[in-house]
């Protein structure tokens, strides 16, 4: 609004922002604390030190990344998630070109039966999905991984990249075809560089599909140790009674710190390409 | 319009469509049909291999075609069979939802919801009308009066407990609509007011608590990791405790008692949710033109009015869609629940934790006591449910008008 605030309304506004900050960071901060205190030392006795670093060590990163498997799993995480990131890309970018460029028969019908089928709930059909990949020879392999996240990421994104492939309008790509271009290539040349908002956008939702999720990695890849992803792979070490509690948060920070970053990077373009597609989520 | 014609272009297209169409009718469509069939069967730890000569086992189940029939597991447990009658698993799940006392207590929670409802009639009569007797910020505080009168008068507390001793569908069903129907205006009011603070001009730093604000939002991508370290305040050590001891109070363990247990996942899981709301607000607010206010002001509204009169009816429709998808998600989470309580304080053996929501209740059933056929059976109540809510939702939000044309 445009009023110049009161000095009580800004006391007030900078309250509520404060509090809601504390709300929002802490727990991060709590756990970048946890990780630098020593391992088997779960719990300070004083309650400072759940607030400010009074001691700080690398020990627990150094445990992390040397003794434990983590680095195993980051690669496994970074193989899964980076494979589903390409596929999901190429098949919905390929999907939603022919629906966003052509009008055919059963085209509403294929749009409306996407978003239709996506309400079954995934952990439900996870039971399908592990008996077709034990079928298939994929069950317990990171390919068969791929595949589910890959599929589970589809609907979503196509709907949000022809979403903002309508908004492009055809005429350039019109003009490009006039000059001898065929559709596929003057789409390619054209379009495709006008919407890297979205493209982004669905490679982030690829990435993280493969990064982040629990329980489809859990099930689908239960052992061995060295096969696990790392979200899989940190909270079994969370339940487990004699592994330090820093341990995990050590962990936890070496994953959650960049993803935020990440998000914090692409926040404006992250809106933009969801919110242009017309499909929010 | 892009040309071509005819076989070339029906190729085309094909192509291009053909990787999602396999990847949905495989991933999407057949654990779809495998479930159904699956949900009218006793399919559970001891009857875990399809008998492949029985009609639509030998085609549905997997192991059963000819390429994997090798592979077919002959180990302990006999085959399943379609179950006598075929609704069992069913009947199981849902109870004695259609007897008298459910119904009746169904009915009387419904009708604390009606004065609420009635409020919106109400008030677009009012506007129809042009003058309004009474605002409507007395409207919904007489509507919450008459809601707490409903409350007193019909005993809901006594129909609240006669359904959570029903079956296990109504029992987790409805804690997860109390969930819903808790969480998502509190993320709401939530971020609502955290757009309104930041999308003051005259503010600095809001850059920096934007950001810092929108960092939840970021780590919801790991929910279930950061949900543990949520657990980890509401635990018996933890660090609320240790705060409250500061001041002499002893701190309940939290986790333990199903009320509070239900509170902090909510508490955790509006951490991870508000921030959406707060950036979609903030987009919307950014399109109002100040104009607007500036018209008001002259007209000598108060900061209340201009945020019922203005703010509010044009952020709406931005707004509406995130509401309802958000709703959605709600009712589906699972990471916070699992990683915080796993369903758990325990009621009692065989039947569900204080805090089963509908998916930890979906994994429970299916990793944990593996009976297939209820967690299927489950599953195909919840689609219909989830997919009339979809529907709706898409009706209501107009999401795909103009996505068709």
């Known amino acids: 609004m445009s009023r110049r605030p009161t000095a009580i309304a800004l006391v007030f506004q900078y309250g509520i922002l404060i509090i809601a900050g504390v709300f929002a960071f802490y727990p991060v901060w709590f756990a970048i604390l946890a990780s630098g205190r020593l391992g088997d030392r779960l719990y300070t006795l004083n309650v400072v030190g759940m607030f400010i670093p009074t001691e700080w060590t690398f020990e627990n990163y150094r445990a992390m990344l040397v003794d434990k498997d983590l680095l195993t799993w980051l690669r496994n995480s970074l193989y899964v998630a980076s494979l589903t ?155 487990s009674q004699n592994v330090p509690w820093g341990y995990f948060a050590a962990g936890a920070m070496i994953i959650i710190i960049p993803t935020i970053i990440v998000f914090l990077s692409l926040q404006r373009f992250l809106v933009a390409g969801l919110t242009v597609g017309g499909v929010k989520g | 319009m892009v040309s071509w014609s005819g076989r070339r272009r029906a190729f085309t297209i094909l192509l291009f469509v053909f990787p999602t169409l396999i990847g949905v009718l495989v991933f999407n469509v057949y654990p779809i049909i495998l479930n159904t069939y699956v949900s009218i069967t006793n399919r559970n730890k001891f009857h875990p291999y399809p008998d492949c000569a029985a009609g639509l086992s030998g085609v549905l189940d997997p192991v059963c075609w000819p390429v994997f029939r090798d592979k077919v597991p002959t180990g302990l447990g006999e085959p399943y069979t379609i179950e006598t009658p075929f609704y069992q698993n069913y009947a199981d799940l849902i109870g004695d939802l259609f007897s008298g006392p459910t119904l009746l207590a169904l009915l009387s929670l419904a009708l604390v919801v009606v004065p609420f409802a009635a409020v919106g009639a109400v008030d677009r009569r009012f506007q129809k009308m042009g003058d309004r007797p009474v605002s409507t910020t007395v409207l919904w505080i007489g509507a919450a009066g008459v809601a707490v009168l409903f409350v007193l008068l019909f005993n809901v507390r006594a129909a609240w407990d006669t359904l959570m001793a029903g079956g ?64 980890f305040f509401f635990r018996e050590q933890g660090t609320i405790n240790q705060v409250l001891s500061l001041f002499g109070i002893d701190g309940l363990s939290w986790l333990q008692n199903p009320t509070t247990a239900f509170a902090a996942i909510v508490i955790a899981d509006l951490w991870f949710s508000y921030p959406f709301f707060m950036i979609a607000i903030l987009g919307a607010l950014q399109s109002i033109p100040t ?43 699972f990471g916070t629940a699992w990683a915080m309580t796993a369903g758990g304080p325990v009621r009692g053996a065989g039947q569900p934790g204080a805090t089963e929501f509908v998916m930890v209740y979906a994994y429970k059933t299916i990793f944990q006591t593996q009976n297939y056929g209820r967690a299927t059976a489950f599953a195909v109540i919840l689609f219909v449910f989830l997919f009339g809510a979809t529907l709706y939702s898409l009706r209501l939000t107009r999401l795909t008008k103009g996505a068709l044309e």
């Open chain 2, 291 to 333: 104009e607007a206010y500036e018209a008001a002001e002259v007209d000598g509204a108060t900061y209340w009015q201009q945020l019922t009169r203005i703010t509010l009816p044009l952020i709406r429709p931005a707004i509406l869609p995130a509401t309802v998808l958000t709703s959605i998600t709600a009712f589906q989470m």
């Open chain 1, 85 to 239: 990131t390409v596929a999901s890309v190429i098949i919905t970018t390929s999907a939603a070109f022919a629906l966003s460029r052509f009008r055919f028969y059963g085209r509403e019908f294929f749009l409306i039966f996407l978003l239709a089928i996506q309400t079954f709930p995934a952990i439900l059909s996870l039971v399908a999905i592990a008996q077709l990949l034990t079928a298939i020879g994929l069950y317990g392999k990171h390919e068969g991984l791929i595949l589910a996240y890959t599929t589970g990421t589809l609907v979503f994104s196509t709907w949000n990249m022809k979403g903002y492939f309508d908004t492009i309008p055809i005429d350039l790509e019109e003009a490009a075809m006039i000059d001898g271009c065929g559709p596929v290539q003057s789409f390619i040349l054209i379009a495709l560089p006008l919407a890297r908002p979205a493209l982004a956008v669905t490679a982030l939702l690829g990435f993280l599909a493969g990064w982040g999720d629990f329980v489809f990695a859990n099930v689908l890849v239960p052992a061995p140790d060295s096969m696990k992803l790392v979200v899989p792979g940190l909270f079994s070490l969370a339940g």
């Open chain 2, 168 to 231: 296990d569908f109504i029992v987790v069903v409805m804690r997860t609509v109390l969930f819903v129907a808790i969480r998502v205006p509190l993320s709401f009011l939530l971020g609502l007011t955290l757009a309104l603070i930041l999308n003051s001009q005259h503010l600095p730093g809001r850059t920096f608590f934007r950001v810092l604000l929108f960092i939840p939002w970021a780590a919801s991508s790991l929910a279930i990791l950061v949900a543990l370290i949520w657990q």
